[in-house]
């Protein structure tokens, strides 16, 4: 099979687990060629630590040899940067929200459908051994008819104690806070789960509060409202007719507190962070009727999160560093070559911003919001825990 090229436009903080993951993770459907930056030195360095091409925007959309390119540029340039990759004619897979608001992630779906080409998003965590592993249970029935579920992202964003704005300009924004930043990872899980979601209702809103370090040029005053919310809280409804109530707030402090449970009829699912692939630290847990104790489950399938005392090539922390981040595009890559759907489709990245897009809707009109998008759950991954055998159970449509 003729592996397929790809480039990456974006060479930030997160571009390091894709290019390390696309070339050093043992996929022979991947042709890893380059990455740009609108900071030259930004793609030079991930370039040579990854022995590929430096290389500009306008290179790797005119590449006639590149068929995906990987979009990790910051949440509020997603739009743009992926219409372009589409209008070049080539397959986009975007880091995480597709776009910042329902209307504008239309657009780029109606784009790719038009041009015949795929379009997908992160987050791909579902497709990692602990949530193939809880998709193989809710499948086989362990848990009975699930219920409602349970799920929550504790997490303090450090604006108080930094300057943000400064560091990140554009986060904060409507579309880029961590109703969206984080909310995805909640959403697919839930979905691949589940199924799709059919109506929406919520709260969101920006929670006020002065910046708390004595340092910050602005101690004492407000933190900057920048339209997103910092505080959300959704209750959905799937079609198959279980609930789910999912909250996220960037307000917290101390540890992050990740949660997701699923309830069903003969028994209850106690999932990890949804933010990992799956570890010692990570696992999987069931409880049935009658068990005094929470059962952990052996992971089924492969793709875990790498062991974190590893240092990473470049020296230095690298977010997400010891995780399969971009085995989607490999699932990609080989839909491309199979003529087969991919896993983390157009209608997944879609109804997840349609999801994030209704709560924000219903806060504000007081409604019950009806959804647009149905995609179908994306396919389980085939067992395979190691090597040749865990691409393989990638492509197994």
């Not at 004492?220 to 198959?240: D, I, T, W």
């Not at 875990?304 to 470049?314: E, H, K, Q």
């Not at 003529?339 to 879609?350: C, I, K, N, Y």
């Amino acid at each position: 099979m003729t592996p397929v090229k790809v480039g990456l436009i974006g060479s930030g903080s997160i571009s390091y687990i894709y290019l390390n993951t696309l070339k050093h993770g043992g996929f022979s459907i991947i042709d890893l060629v380059g990455c740009s930056d609108l900071v030259r030195e930004k793609a030079e360095a991930r370039a040579k630590l990854f022995d590929i091409r430096p290389m500009t925007n306008e290179e790797i959309l005119t590449d006639p040899d590149i068929e995906i390119v990987l979009n990790t540029t910051n949440n509020a340039a997603h739009h743009e940067v992926s219409r372009q990759i589409l209008e070049a004619g080539k397959h986009v897979y975007s880091e995480k929200a597709m776009d910042v608001n329902f209307a504008e992630g239309k657009k780029l779906y109606d784009l790719a459908q038009a041009k015949k080409l795929m379009l997908g998003a992160a987050p791909d965590c579902y497709l990692g051994a602990a949530y193939q592993t809880a998709r193989k249970l809710v499948d086989e029935g362990w848990i009975g008819t699930p219920l409602f579920a349970n799920a929550f992202c504790y997490r303090g964003y450090g604006m108080h104690e930094r300057s943000w704005e400064s560091d990140n300009p554009t986060f904060g924004m409507s579309g880029t806070s961590i109703h969206y930043d984080m909310s995805g990872y909640y959403y697919n899980v839930l979905i691949s789960l589940l199924g799709a979601v059919k109506r929406v209702s919520g709260f969101s809103r920006h929670f006020s509060r002065p910046y708390t370090n004595p340092r910050h040029e602005n101690y004492k005053q407000p933190v900057r409202e920048l339209g997103g919310s910092s505080l959300s809280m959704g209750l959905l409804e799937f079609h198959n007719g279980t609930y789910a109530n999912v909250t996220m707030t960037a307000e917290g402090v101390g540890a992050e507190i990740p949660r997701v449970e699923i309830f069903g009829t003969a028994g209850v699912l106690y999932l990890p962070d949804p933010n990992c692939f799956g570890s010692d630290h990570n696992a999987v847990y069931l409880s049935k009727p009658g068990s005094p104790e929470k059962l952990r489950i052996p992971f089924t399938h492969g793709f875990t999160d790498t062991d974190n005392t590893v240092p990473t090539r470049s020296g230095n922390y690298e977010p997400c560093f010891n995780s399969h981040r971009g085995v989607a595009v490999v699932d990609m890559a080989w839909a491309l070559r199979r003529g087969r759907p991919h896993r983390s489709s157009a209608e997944l990245a879609l109804h997840a911003v349609e999801i994030a897009d209704a709560i924000d809707r219903s806060s504000q009109t007081n409604e019950t919001i009806q959804l647009t998008t149905k995609p179908e759950r994306p396919a389980p991954l085939a067992g395979g825990l190691w090597g040749n055998s865990a691409e393989a159970s990638i492509d197994n449509l």
